[in-house]
Each structure stands twice: as C-alpha cells, then as structure tokens.
C-alpha cells in the first residue's frame, strides 16, 4: 500500500508538471485558430496557407504558413497572391504576379514561383484568387502539418487532451470527496476544463482545415465530448506506369499514355489519376496535363517532337495525392543528317559547300560576278566556227565568262575583268568544275585566256594554244571542249575559300576568248587508294547506326563516326546513309570516289636561272600526273629552300616553303618561279614535290643550288609600290599617298629613290626621297601628301615622307619607281583609269588599290586588288567615312569575292576609253583623243587620255613565223607643263604644283610589235 501511494505521489507530481504546458499550447494554438476563423463574428481577414513546396524560395521556404488578406481588392505585377490552380480547383497556388494580359475584355495575370526559372504555364482570372499574401511565419506550417501525421495528432491533441483530462478528473474527485464530507451543493464543471477542451478542439479544426499552397493534403475531424477521431488521412500507393516505358525513342505522332490501377489503405478510398507531361528531369516545367479522372490512360495527339518526362498523380476523395515515378520519353519524328569525310589534313567533309554550283535554281544566285559573265543554256556561236553550239555539261544551265562576238572591231573585257566568285567555309576535300574554254585568238603571247585562283592563289590557267592548238589565223571560234578540273582543298586551314575564275583577253581587246563553266562543286572526292573514309551522322537525339554501299555491292552497317576503305584504285560510286534512335534514316547520299595511287614523276631537271642578291629564278619541266603521262598536269607543288642541303623528306619538310607557286602546266610545259627574300653572299638548295589532286606525292627532285652575289645595292623588284590611295579622302581629293615594300631581309637605302607619274605625254619626276632615309627588311614606306595630323590617317599612321607633290591621276595611272641612277625598279598600273581601288563621293567610299603578295608585273591589272577589309577604316583611318586601305602595314584582302561586288557603286570617271593597240593586220579604229580632267589632282592639271600602250612582251615565235614589225603611227597629242615641278624633300605645305600646258609638239611615230599573224577577216558577227 505505502508503494501505491509513492506511485501515485510521482504521477501527481508529473501531471502537475504537465498541465502548465499542455494547458500553454492548447490555449495559444487554441487562440491562433480563433484569430483566423472564417465562420465567427469576430473573424479577422486572413486566411492561413500551409506552403508544402520551395518554388517561393528564399521569400517563402516550404513548410511557412502565408496569411492572405481575402479582402483585397486590387493586385498587381510584384504582389504575391494565392489563387487556385487554373485546371484544378483542388490545388492552391502560391506565386507571385509578373505581367498582366487582357483577352476578351478580362485582367489575366501572369505568375511565377520566385526560385522557378520559367513563368507558369496558364494564366489566372481575378475570381480564382484568394487574395493577397500579407506576412507569413516559417517553420508554423511544419507544425501543423505535423499535426496530421499520427506521432501528430498523438502528441498534439491526445497528449494535451489526456494530461488536461486527467488532471481535471483528479480535481473533480476531489471535490466530490469534499462535497460528501462538507455536503455541500455540487460546483458547476471548472472554467480551466471548459476552456481547455474548447480551445483544442478549435485548434484541431483550424490545423486540419487549413489549406495547402501546392499540395493539396487535408483531413477531416469529428468531435464527440472530449473524443477527437480522424478520417483516413493516407495517400494512395503511387501509381505504375505501363507504356510507354522508360527511356522510349519513338516518331509516332499519336502516342496514348497507359497505367495501371492503384490501391489506398483507406477501404472508403475513390481514386483518380492526372497525366503530367514535363520538359524538364525535375517535374517543374509541365507541358500537359489531362486532370484528375478514372481514366487509366491519355491520348496525347500530334505530340510536339522533343524530350520529355511524364508521370501520372492518384488522389482520393480526401485530396491525398501520390506521384509515380516519372518515365524518360523522346520523341523524333526528323531524319538525321550523314556527312562523308576523308583523311587528308584531318578528316575532311565531302558536302556541298557552294551556292548554286549547277547554275540551275535560277539567276546567279550565291555568286558575285564582275564583268561579262552570263547564264546561259545552250549557246549558239557565229561564224566562223568549228562548233555551232554549246550545251550545258549537265543539266539546262551553265555560265559563260566572256564575249563570245565574232568582230574584230569590238572591244570586250580583259581575262582579269571578267569575274566567276563564291566564298565558301573551309573543311571541304576537293572542288571540281568542267570548263570549255574557247577563242578566236592566235598569239601565244594572248595567255592565259582561262585562269582560277583559290585565296588569291593561282591553281589553274588554260592558254589560247589549249583551245586553239594549230594556231590558226582563219579567226574560227575553238574550244577545248568540255574538260573536268579538280583541287585537292585538304591544305587550306583558312576560315574561308575565295574561289574565282577568271576568262577573256589578256594582250588585246578585240580577238575574243572565252570559256564555259558547269557543274562546281565540292561534293567531288579524289583520294590516295590507302584513304581513310569516315561516316558522322548528326541528330538532335543521337545516331543508331550508318551504312555504305560501293559500287552496288550490298550495305555493310558501322557505327557513327567509324572509319572503312575503298580496297580497289578506280572511279567508284559511295552510297552512304544514317539512323538515328527512332528508326527515322537519312537521305541515300551518292558520291562520285575516284581512289588515285600513282603520283606525279619526280621533277629532275630542277636548275637556277638566275640569281640577285635577294632573289633566285628557279626553272624546271612540268611532270604531269600519274607518272609522267601525256596531256596531263599535276596539281600542285611545293617548293621548298634552304641555307644547308636537302637530302631527305625530314629536311625537305623543314625547310622554307616558297610562297604562291604557280599551278602546275601541262606535262612538258617548261616552268619558271622567282623566289624573293634571299640574303646577300648565302648559298641556297632548293628541291621541288610535285602532287595530283589525291594528294599523291612525288619524291623529291634533284637538288639545285645558287650562292647570292654580295652587295646592297637596290636591284629591280627588291622594293615595289605595293599600295595607291589615288582617289584622295573625304577630306581633300589631294589626301594621297603611296606606299613602298621591301621585298628583301635586308635594310634599304632610300638616298636618291625618286617617284615618277604619268601625265598624259611622259614621265615626270613626283618625289624624291631625300639622304638618310631608309626601309626596314620586308617593311613599309609610306609617301603622303599631307601628315597624319592633317589627313583622313589616324594619327598613329607613321607617315614617312610627307611632300606636297604626291599627284596621282585618276584616270591615266602610271608610278614608276628609280634608283637615284635612274635604274628602274617598279611600275604601277599601265597609264589608264585604275580598275582598282574604288571612288564613290556619293556614297562616301574610298578604298585604296593593293598590291598582291607576289607583286608581279605592276603594269598587268592582275597583280593589284582592292582593299576592303572593313577593320582598316577603324585601325588606319578617323573614321568619318568608309575610307579603307592599310598604309604602313600587310595588306588585307587579296582577292576577296567581295572586292569586285561593290565595283558597280564606283562613281563614273569622266575619262573617255583610251585608244587600244590593234595588230597590224587588223583594220584600227582610230579614237580620237579627248581631253579629260584629273579629278583627284588641282583643277589646273590636265591630262590627255592617249592610246594604249603596247604591252611589253617577249616574242616566242611559232615554227616558220617571224614578228611583224608595223610603222603605223597612231597620234599622241602631249600636253607639256611650262616648268616640271621639282618634288619638295619633306613638306607640310598643301601647295600643289600646277601643270600649264603649251602646244603639243607632232607626235611621234611609234612602232608596235605583234607575234601574231593577221587572222583571216570575219564577216558574220552574232
């Protein structure tokens, strides 16, 4: 008995202990559900959210609970608000407003979860908001959502309600022991219970019937006395999915979405099922969703391709709800794409990489042109003819550079005015085109009449003897006929390919040559027969496999990006194609292969020529291809030099490679190459490869060798006018200059080196370059009018001369450079209007004439370009105008395509076309000439336009032909200055020297040389 009584003092003691914080949290919980009661008169207007996710964060972490003010009456863009979810009214959302739309005379707002990286996917009307979140209390929603759990409504109401209970029991023992022994009245029941049981029960209600923020979990209660029981408060099992399974690749355009039922614990459970689709690994960005029904599967029609996710949600009456796993599907309905590439420099694609190179989808499409160049289908040439007619290679359309008229009294364009061009990006195996070439012409000296340069560098050149192989002077119209040309591109690293292709007159203007071009294309493989072939599909999803056929011999499947060979040497047909994940395939690609395994012959005639200080003339025998075969060419060689001898590939490879070799002739052709850049007293070797367009290699050739003489004197070509601004500038027409190279290793002295321009009648003497001056090896020299300061030239141009007499003609070009002993060094351009370099003060334009990295004949228009890298105008000029050009400096852009599309802009030179040598078999027309004004010089300096000049030639006569010899004196009327303006050494002065003219004296007869045998009159003209 005593133990009894110990037992129950401890119990006592720890219901005394108990009640102050059971009777502590009832009544404050008890009293936060009464604050925010929604059905008493004292209600206040908030309404409490339990927040179950983290798309609020760091705003709102998951498990706060959001007061919402329901009497809000206006919201917008930043507030943060609770709404029900559009499509399913059972979720509540919290997010907050981020724009505003109206459609059929509604607000709609645009929401978004703060920590979410996308704006939801529907848009909410104003009657679906609970209204405006006003504070929220993290953690409190922990708490009451512990308060559902069973440890939670245990510890939260039972316990609680258990110490209370007991307690007041205890109490109510006492006092009907005390009644019995006082026999008193009975007391009514205790406030303490009373409030007790009163504020529990509102609490439960308040923790059970708050709502969630997305995740719509609730529960029920009932109360009976002090009872407190729950409804069946646990989630169905998750749902499993049946079809598609994870990790499906199909291209169907209907896929239905099964899975099977599931159960729930709770025996009075209904369930339903929602389909979610998904973008996104994670569940956050939905894409559909069907809503909650007894449906056990979902059509999804003309489903969208893409990468998805998707799950299916199961929810009883009660709102509990359970996810499933979420199933990978990708959806492809697009074939992939199947590239071919072939070892060369790496692995190089076999793809078209041109624009239009059949000439069939219409105009010129993706080419610039300059000059004569026309789209034609089948063309029909004049009398006399050896053909009537011209039919495309392949197809109904091809181009033809050039004029084709018969009569010899009409001009057309130069080889180099007539322009066939197209940049493509680099990566491409070889290119190849066919080519006719044609003409009328019988001068050996007329050649090229056909040439194609790659990047400024020349790779092919067909000559008047090609198409017209007897010489013929009958004046009929020969063509090679239709012949196939290809290049190996492996070598060219460059970002872009500048292709163009040039046909017409080289000497004269009247005897026409022209050419047909068809069918470029860099989807053309030629390759070594030990070649490396390589397969790489493409696919937003991945590739499955690829496969090959050659020569009809069945598909063998490899896998992407797996290499295979072509066992036999021959012209083969490659079909490839591949599929990807989803079973859609590529495009059958046909591919014309021709496996190449004999090299060119080794060149073994390898010999100097000649030999300066600084330069060697090397001269050799063409190979041809495939050993040493007849009427064919290699395609190309390199050439390499050195200081100690070559004796192998490792030293051959090691030496220095010989910039802009010429395209190999036709075997059998003699072949000459001048090598700049030598040192003085330095002996050299020199060895030469040459390569078909596989590339096959040849063995190295003999080994020549030279020993420079010693000296620093300035030889012919050590420096050259590399670089003309003849227009002038925005600022001044007189805002000229001219620049020097030094094509040598070594300093040059300058002492002496005088300029020279035409003016119309002779050469006069335009700068001096006074003692002391000098250019640095390979460097620059820049002669201006005006100073830095005072030009279009930035500032931190270094002018190296500046001297007022710099006077270049627009329309009568003509620079030469002199020794100060008069031993000629260099010339530029022919004494006619500059076809380089582009003038347009209309349009504000001002690009300067360049010279090519091999300078070349300066008088032949091939070795000049213009300059229009659109970086110069910014780095060597103030930038008021589109001025370009790089004085001081390498030039920029040899070649470029786009150097020619602008040629049209040029404004129109009021020079009337000089006279042009005739031959002199041929009826002259003569021109009379007329007088013209130099619109970038003063205006008091004029200039007669006179005939052309003869070309300087060297005559190679044919067998049994001797050069004709003419005296016919063509006029050339010359206009003299009084005084010749003696060029000031260093000047800022902007005087200009004025030229008066005086009576022209009779001209003189000139006498021109031709190589070529009259042709037999043409009387038909087309």
């Known amino acids: 008995m005593k133990y009894m009584r110990s037992v129950g003092k401890w119990i006592l003691f720890l219901l005394n202990l108990a009640k102050g914080p059971a009777f502590v949290v009832v009544v404050g919980l008890g009293l936060l559900s009464l604050l925010t009661s929604t059905s008493l008169p004292w209600q206040i207007p908030l309404k409490p959210f339990l927040v179950t996710s983290g798309s609020m964060r760091p705003t709102i972490p998951e498990g706060s609970t959001v007061f919402v003010d329901r009497k809000t009456t206006e919201v917008k863009v930043g507030d943060i608000v609770t709404f029900l979810r559009p499509g399913n009214a059972r979720e509540n959302v919290t997010h907050r407003i981020t724009a505003t739309e109206t459609k059929d005379n509604n607000t709609l707002y645009k929401t978004k979860g703060d920590a979410n990286e996308a704006v939801d996917i529907w848009s909410v009307r104003r009657e679906s908001m609970w209204g405006k979140v006003v504070f929220h209390i993290p953690l409190l929603g922990f708490v009451v959502s512990f308060t559902k759990t069973r440890p939670g409504v245990l510890l939260m109401v039972v316990l609680p309600l258990a110490v209370i209970a007991i307690d007041e029991l205890r109490v109510i023992i006492r006092e009907i022991l005390w009644m019995k022994k006082k026999k008193s009245k009975k007391n009514s029941p205790p406030v303490t219970t009373i409030t007790a049981l009163f504020l529990l029960i509102s609490y439960s209600l308040f923790a059970v019937a708050m ?39 199909t291209n169907a355009t209907n896929i239905v979405f099964d899975w099977f039922a599931t159960t729930s614990t709770c025996p009075t459970a209904t369930i339903q099922y929602n389909f979610q689709l998904f973008s996104d690994a994670g569940a956050t960005a939905i894409v559909s969703a069907s809503g909650f029904s007894g449906n056990l599967s979902y059509l999804y029609s003309t489903i969208p391709e893409g990468e998805y996710w998707w799950r299916v949600q199961a929810q009883d009456q009660y709102g509990s709800t359970s996810n499933s796993t979420a199933n990978h599907l990708i959806v492809d309905r697009t074939a992939p794409t199947a590239a071919l590439s072939v070892t060369g420099s790496g692995f190089k694609a076999v793809e078209e990489r041109l624009t239009n190179g059949d000439f069939e989808t219409g105009s010129l499409n993706g080419w610039t042109t300059a000059g004569t160049v026309t789209r034609v289908g089948t063309d029909t040439l004049a009398s006399p003819r050896t053909v009537t007619s011209v039919a495309p290679y392949e197809g109904s359309s091809m181009v033809r550079l050039g004029s084709k008229v018969a009569s010899l009294t009409t001009n057309a364009n130069y080889v180099w005015e007539n322009r066939l061009m197209q940049s493509f990006t680099s990566g491409a195996k070889s290119l190849s085109f066919y080519y006719n070439f044609f003409t009328r012409d019988t001068s050996v000296a007329d050649n090229p009449g056909f040439f194609v340069r790659i990047n400024g560098q ?6 008047t003897l090609a198409a017209n192989p007897l010489d013929l002077a009958d004046g009929s119209a020969r063509g090679t006929g239709w012949q196939q040309f290809f290049y190996n591109l492996s070598g060219i690293e460059t970002p872009q390919v500048n292709l163009a292709i040039y046909a017409g007159n080289t000497v004269d203007r009247k005897i026409q040559s022209w050419a047909y071009v068809d069918k470029i294309t860099t989807y053309f493989i030629s390759a070594r027969g030990n070649a490396e072939y390589k397969i790489t599909g493409s696919d937003t999803f991945g590739i499955n496999q690829c496969f090959y056929e050659i020569d009809g011999g069945g598909y063998t499947a490899i896998a992407n990006d797996t290499t295979f060979q072509i066992p036999s040497a021959g012209t083969h047909t490659l079909s490839y194609y591949c599929t990807d994940s989803t079973g859609n395939a590529s495009a059958i690609t046909p591919s014309t292969v021709i496996t190449d395994t004999d090299a060119p012959s080794a060149v073994s005639d390898l010999a100097v020529l000649a030999t300066t200080e600084n330069t060697a003339t090397l001269t050799w025998i063409a190979p041809g291809n495939d050993g040493s075969s007849t009427g064919t060419r290699a395609s190309s060689y390199n050439i390499r030099f050195a200081t100690t001898p070559i004796t192998d590939d490792d030293t051959f490879n090691a030496a220095t490679a010989a910039p802009n070799v010429p395209a190999p002739q036709e075997q059998g052709t003699p072949e000459t190459l001048e090598i700049l850049g030598l040192e003085p007293s330095t002996t050299y070797y020199f060895a030469v490869k040459s390569y078909d367009e596989a590339p096959n290699t040849s063995t190295i050739s003999n080994i020549a060798s030279t020993t420079t003489p010693a000296g620093t004197a300035l030889n012919p070509g050590d420096v050259v006018i590399n670089e003309i601004m003849w227009m002038g500038s925005s600022a001044s027409a007189n805002d000229e200059w001219v620049e020097l190279r030094n094509m040598t290793a070594r300093t040059i002295a300058l002492d002496g080196v005088y300029l020279t321009r035409w003016n119309g009648t002779s050469d006069l003497t335009m700068v001096t370059i006074p003692a002391g001056a000098s250019i640095t090896p390979n460097g620059y020299f820049l002669i201006s009018n005006f100073a830095a300061a005072a030009s279009q030239l930035k500032d931190a141009v270094a002018v190296d001369l500046v001297n007022t007499a710099v006077n270049i003609s627009n329309t009568a070009l003509s620079l030469k450079l002199y020794t100060s002993g008069s031993i000629l060094v260099d010339s530029a351009w022919n004494q006619t209007a500059p076809k380089e370099g582009i003038f347009s003060a209309a349009l504000g334009r001002y690009y ?14 091939l070795s000049w370009y213009t300059s229009i890298d659109t970086a110069s105008t910014e780095d060597f000029f103030d930038n008021t105008a589109d001025e370009r050009g790089t004085p001081g400096a390498v030039n920029r852009s040899e070649n470029e395509p786009l150097s020619h599309q602008i040629e049209q802009e040029r404004d129109p030179i009021t020079a009337i076309e000089p006279l042009q040598t005739i031959q002199a078999s041929i009826a002259a027309e003569i021109e009379e000439p007329t007088l013209a004004i130099d619109s970038a010089a003063s205006p008091s300096a004029l200039f007669v336009d006179e005939p052309e000049p003869t070309p300087e030639i060297t005559p190679i006569p044919a067998p049994e032909e001797t050069p004709i010899t003419s005296s016919t004196a063509l006029p050339e009327p010359s206009i003299e200055p009084t005084q010749e303006p003696q060029p000031a050494i260093v000047s800022t002065s902007a005087t200009e020297p004025t030229l008066e003219p005086t009576s022209a004296p009779e001209p003189a007869a000139a006498p021109i040389q031709s190589t070529e045998p009259a042709p037999a009159p043409i009387i038909d003209t087309l």
């Not at 169905?236 to 499906?248: G, I, M, R, S, Y």
């Not at 020349?458 to 000559?463: D, H």
């Not at 300067?848 to 228009?861: A, I, K």
């Open 458 to 463: 020349e790779v092919f050149q067909v000559n």
């Open 211 to 249: 709502p969630t923020s997305m995740a719509a979990f609730s529960d029920t209660t009932s109360v009976t006395n002090s009872q407190v029981a729950t409804s069946c408060w646990i989630a169905p099992v998750a749902p499993t999915l049946n079809f598609p399974p994870d990790n499906t690749n």
């Open 848 to 861: 300067s004439m360049e010279r090519t990295s091999v300078p070349g004949d300066g008088t032949n228009p």
